[in-house]
């Protein structure tokens, strides 16, 4: 092994805990749903769902960058999985959520109705 | 023997080249699963973008998620959302750092840590294959039962105080009309073999118009101070609606589903079934490997990097839950 291994344990053990309240955060905003949160939109999203996304990529961070030991790794293995990763994921979703959306209106202002 | 380690007492590098040349700064193997993940991080990202295309659609009526998954062991008519998904989050995530202890273990070369930590992992990844068996088995199953109309919307019942309201509570036994087509009197295909609801068309609306005190749900949401809520049509209204029902919708199936609309079951037996298939193979996988390390090969090897590869898949697959939990449960 090219490089010394010291115990994480100690690290494993909090970010566990750090994703254990995350969830539990998520899961009682999940029930609850607070209405000053769902009632206001920012950027066409509602806050909720703004802190639900928010929360997950940090969830997501820690089980990469920890779990999986991406903080171990060089940089150029790190940069070479994750911005595919990031820039095809953002340009799918753009193009999809756009088009979905666009359907949407042409339903809407329509006599079509057709559930597919 | 160039690209994988497989003899004991091997000190070579994966790569050729000589030591400490290595791309990217990792073996061989574990580029290659990094690459897999990022392969399969996208497929995943393509079903997930599909769902959130098809909510876009119908983003004014699709189902609210709260209202769909509230069933938890041994709480019978309790309503309780997100409690169980929750539950099944923690084992998953509580799996990934029997994992990560296992890997760390592995570093040390304690073989007895590395097994009991992969067992544990083994465990969790049952249990979480198992509760999400249940989940769909509720899913599958239904509760109260809907009616679609022609045009393909659905229908709920409601009593006065929007509470819902089960199809075998006011549906009534009319003499029978259709029957089901058993083996013994098929033909060699058979028209009317899709299992049948408990009640026709014609039960439900004679029922309906039995209990007054009955209302129809809609599938439109509306949003009053911020709470998310679908529209109850009033009774003059859902009389109407109810007379163009075509069929009696009993739980969830690929065509249609009582939850609302019927893409919304299709991408959730897809991509949990999508999900559940890579943690029953990541089961897999780790058994093999536990009995690796039960047998010593890492041991000989005095390297348990095929326990790291393991666990990056394993993390993976946790990974990609907390995307489905988010999508599907939460927004």
């Given at each position: 092994m090219s490089h010394e291994h010291v115990s994480n344990t100690k690290r494993i053990w909090f970010v566990f805990a750090l994703l254990s309240v995350v969830t539990t955060v998520e899961v009682i905003l999940g029930i609850y749903k607070p209405a000053v949160l769902e009632g206001n939109h920012f950027v066409g999203l509602n806050l909720l769902n703004w802190i639900f996304y928010i929360l997950t990529v940090f969830k997501a961070y820690y089980i990469v960058w920890a779990f999986m030991h991406m903080e171990g790794e060089k940089s150029s293995l790190r940069w070479s999985v994750v911005s595919p990763v990031i820039f095809l994921v953002l340009y799918l979703l753009f193009i999809l959520l756009t088009e979905g959306h666009y359907i949407y209106g042409v339903f809407k202002d329509s006599t079509i109705k057709w559930n597919f | 023997m160039e690209a994988t380690v497989t003899t004991a007492n091997n000190n070579e590098k994966t790569w050729g080249g000589g030591d400490d040349i290595q791309p990217l700064g990792a073996s061989y193997g574990k580029m290659m699963m990094w690459f897999f993940i990022v392969s399969d991080a996208l497929t995943f990202s393509g079903f997930l973008a599909a769902y959130g295309f098809s909510r876009f659609k119908f983003i004014e009526t699709w189902p609210l998620a709260d209202e769909v998954f509230t069933h938890f062991p041994f709480l019978h008519g309790v309503a309780a959302p997100m409690y169980y998904v929750a539950l099944m989050t923690f084992i998953l995530i509580f799996s990934s750092v029997t994992m990560v202890l296992a890997v760390d273990a592995g570093h040390h070369l304690k073989k007895t840590k590395v097994a009991i930590y992969m067992f544990l992992t083994i465990i969790g990844g049952l249990i979480f294959v198992g509760s999400q068996a249940w989940e769909w088995k509720n899913f599958i199953k239904g509760e109260y039962g809907a009616v679609e109309t022609v045009g393909g919307s659905l229908l709920q019942f409601v009593d006065k105080d929007g509470k819902r309201v089960a199809l075998e509570e006011f549906a009534v036994k009319l003499p029978e009309q259709r029957e089901a087509l058993t083996r013994a009197k098929?033909?060699?295909?058979?028209?009317?073999?899709?299992?049948?609801?408990?009640?026709t068309v014609a039960e439900v609306q004679a029922g309906f118009k039995v209990h007054p005190e009955l209302l129809i749900r809609t599938e439109q949401i509306i949003e009053t101070n911020g709470k998310k809520s679908k529209k109850v049509l009033s009774r003059a209204e859902s009389e109407s609606r109810l007379s163009s029902a075509k069929y009696v919708v009993e739980g969830a199936n690929l065509t249609r589903n009582e939850y609302g609309s019927k893409l919304f079951a299709d991408f959730f037996f897809f991509i949990t079934g999508f999900h559940g298939f890579h943690v029953f193979s990541g089961v897999i996988i780790n058994i093999i490997i536990f009995f690796n390390v039960l047998l010593g090969t890492y041991e000989k090897r005095r390297s348990y990097e095929m326990v790291e590869k393991v666990g990056l898949y394993w993390h993976f697959v946790d990974l990609v839950w907390v995307f489905v939990f988010t999508v599907f449960y939460l927004v």
């Open positions: - | 098929a033909k060699w295909f058979m028209e009317d073999a899709e299992t049948q609801p408990t009640y």
